[in-house]
């Protein structure tokens, strides 16, 4: 145990997450910063997609990253960390999208701004375009395109992190996807 | 839409967003500023390993003894049998070996180009079972199912998902789109 304490933490150097953990749970606060920066990259770009606003995104990645570290405690090690703290972004992005949509719907119906935001135009051949879609889909289709495709997740990962059936992820994924293309088809044509 | 459109839509939505360094510095100085929470099993279970002195008299041992000794037997004796039903307990026992059944699939869909049908038998893949137009507007497949509750939903012209009218609907509509049920009899 002595030895492990006193190996350094590195960037770059691949450290297991649950060696980190418990150096965190150790009372080295320090040693945080290597998940942080293991995992910041990948959580924002899932915040990104979600929520389709970088500030947003990013204030979501803080919390859910500090969330995480205020109860490393709860966090059992026969777990992957990823998965868990997938598991609180993916909770802390629900909320921020549930609270958005009401403030959004304060000031325009939802199908007023869907309107505002489709793009014009045939070229649907840009990311923007493709994440303008992504925007158009109901929030739980958009979350098992970006679970599967952006962040690569298996069916059975995307089951711990939603707490879904495997079978019911499935049946969403596709139905997202079709839902997806058939989006960009329509403004590739128009 | 093709493979290649779609792997192209993947590639561009994995791309990374640009990490600002001082967004990580940002974390820190919040995680900084919190303090970590002990679960209360944690604090509980430090309550219970917490060393204390415990006096114990010979009359007590021989008590404490004998409750374990009936708990061990009652425990072994609840492995060893199994219960009146004949299922272990805390586990689903599923039926093994149940031979599969013919269950024909029909839609009405005059204007479609193509129709197929997804369901929880061939996880959700619009590829995997092509209706055959075998009448006027009429679609229809055969699919041999394992006996037990299926969910499906037809899928036409490659992106419009739509329910059996014939058949009930699935409770798990949580998201506004319905499925529809089937339920397979096992062959007697």
Redesign the interface.
């Known amino acids: 145990m002595t030895v492990l304490a006193m190996r350094p933490v590195t960037p770059g150097m691949e450290c297991p997450d649950a060696e980190i953990v418990r150096r965190v ?1 150790g009372g080295d ?1 320090d040693a ?2 290597s998940l ?2 293991r995992y ?2 990948r959580c ?2 899932y915040a ?2 979600m929520l389709d606003n ?1 500030a947003d ?2 204030e979501v ?2 919390d859910a ?2 969330k995480a ?6 966090y059992r090690e026969r777990d992957a960390f990823a998965a868990w703290l997938m598991q609180i972004l993916v909770n802390e992005v629900r909320t921020a999208a549930v609270r958005r949509r009401r403030d959004d719907r304060a000031l325009v119906s939802l199908d007023d701004a869907s309107e505002l935001t489709a793009p014009r135009g045939a070229d649907a ?3 923007t375009d ?2 303008q879609a ?1 925007g158009r889909l ?1 929030p ?2 958009r979350e098992a ?2 679970l599967k ?2 962040d ?1 997740r298996t069916y059975e990962d995307m089951a711990v992190i939603t707490g879904l059936r495997v ?2 992820l ?6 997202a ?6 989006l ?2 329509e403004w590739t044509d128009d | 839409m093709t493979e290649e459109r779609w792997s192209w839509i993947e590639r561009e939505l994995r791309r990374d967003p640009p990490v600002d360094p001082a967004s990580i510095d940002r974390v820190m100085r919040q995680v900084r500023a919190v303090e970590p929470r002990t679960p209360a099993w944690a604090s509980f279970m430090r309550w219970v390993v917490r060393p204390r002195a415990v006096m114990l008299s010979p009359m007590h041992a021989a008590g404490a003894l004998a409750v374990a000794a009936i708990a061990i037997v009652i425990s072994m004796a609840a492995l060893g049998h199994p219960s009146p039903d004949g299922a272990s307990r805390g586990a689903a026992v599923r039926p093994s070996g149940l031979a599969r059944r013919d269950v024909q699939f029909l839609l009405v869909a005059p204007d479609a180009k193509r129709v197929s049908v997804v369901g929880d038998f061939n996880d959700w893949n619009p590829d995997a079972v092509q209706l055959r137009r075998t009448a006027a507007g009429v679609w229809s497949a055969v699919v041999a199912l394992t006996p037990g509750r299926h969910v499906y939903s037809f899928v036409i012209d490659g992106s419009k998902w739509v329910p059996d009218a014939s058949a009930p609907r699935a409770p798990e509509d949580e998201y506004g789109q319905s499925n529809s049920v089937a339920f397979v009899e096992s062959g007697s």
Request: avoid cysteine; hydrophobic fraction near 40%; charge should be positive.
């Open positions: 749970r606060v945080y910063r942080v920066e910041h990259g924002l770009r990104v997609r970088r995104a990013e990645v803080q990253f500090t570290y205020r109860y490393l405690g709860s051949e840009s990311v493709v994440q992504l109901d739980s289709h395109i970006v495709y952006v690569g079978s019911a499935k049946m969403r994924v596709k139905r996807r079709a839902h997806l293309e058939a960009l088809e």
